[in-house]
């Protein structure tokens, strides 16, 4: 388990977290979710113990990250944007390399399951200043998995990715996560991508949590009133019991609800009534509750 209490960092005067305390719980995957200056990085650095903050601890697996350092960096894998890697070597020098700095026994059979796992083996020869940028972030991604760590915090792990390399990462994280059972913290601004990998989210801005939770926990605190978008086939109409849509065409129709709870209601009648297709509530994606988050807090 991870446990932050209360971290407070400030770099000269500018505060860069103020009082941010979470809980991540083991074999978990969670989004670290805020637009650009909210304090992601500061935070993961933190964490994993390589920048000290002004006050507040962070605790992980019983371990304080700033008197237990070399502990927890073992246990724990950070990709930054700086992937740290060697652009006159090759990608498998690269890996043989930071294997001996973590005097990793028998390395050449880790490096030939993270080469596989990661999808590297037609390019692992050539000189790393020659690889897209798809090809460094998985590379990168081999290094710090090289001794095997239990814990994984990604900074922005799928910048600079076309979708295939989007979808190729996102797939890893996934099976690192199931397979191994490994704890991982991601930070981004594309929501859209999370929600494919991510159990729980932390929201930041101007360095505090302004939300955390389960992607169902903060849906259902910040949509009060459903729209849904329903494709049907209504042989008598759209009109079913006390429901009528605020927007129809023959094949499809638009219904303001008032709750949550009225959204079963009115599935089960248009199915008594028609064919129904595909129901999609507006406003519940990852996105838009991002956007309401931030204005319900635009103005602390
Ligand atoms: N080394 C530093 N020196 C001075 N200020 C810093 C330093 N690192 C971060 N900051 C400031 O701290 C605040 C938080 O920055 P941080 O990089 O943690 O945000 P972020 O959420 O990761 O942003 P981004 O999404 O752009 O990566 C910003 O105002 C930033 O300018």
Known sequence: MIEARNITKHFGTLPALLNVSFTIQQGSVTGLIGPNGSGKTTLIRIMNGVLGANAGQVMIQGMNTSQETEKVLSICGTLTEQSGLYENMSGRDNLLFFADAFALKCPA?????????????????????????????????????????????????????????????????????????????????????????CNDYIFMEKGRIVEKGTEQEIIQRY???????????????????????????????????????????LLRQLTESGQVYQARIEGNDLESIYFAIREANAHE
Do not use: C
């Not at 129709?253 to 079963?264: G, K, N």
């Open 109 to 197: 059979e880790r490096i030939d399951e993270l080469v596989e796992l990661l999808e590297i083996q037609d390019y692992q020869h050539r000189k790393v200043g020659t690889y897209s940028t798809g090809m460094k972030k998985r590379l990168g991604l081999a290094r710090v998995l090289l001794h095997r760590p239990s814990i994984l915090f990604l900074d922005e792990p799928t910048n600079g990715l076309d979708p295939d390399g989007i979808q190729m990462v996102l797939r890893i994280l996934r099976r690192l996560n199931v397979e191994q059972g490994m704890t991982i913290l991601i930070s981004s601004h594309v929501l859209t991508q999370l929600s494919a990998v």
């Open 223 to 265: 949509q009060s009133e459903p729209r849904l978008e329903v494709e049907a086939d209504m042989p008598n109409g759209w009109i079913t019991g006390a429901f009528s849509p605020v927007a129809a065409n023959s094949h499809s129709a638009t219904f303001q609800l008032s709750s949550r709870e009225q959204i079963p209601q």
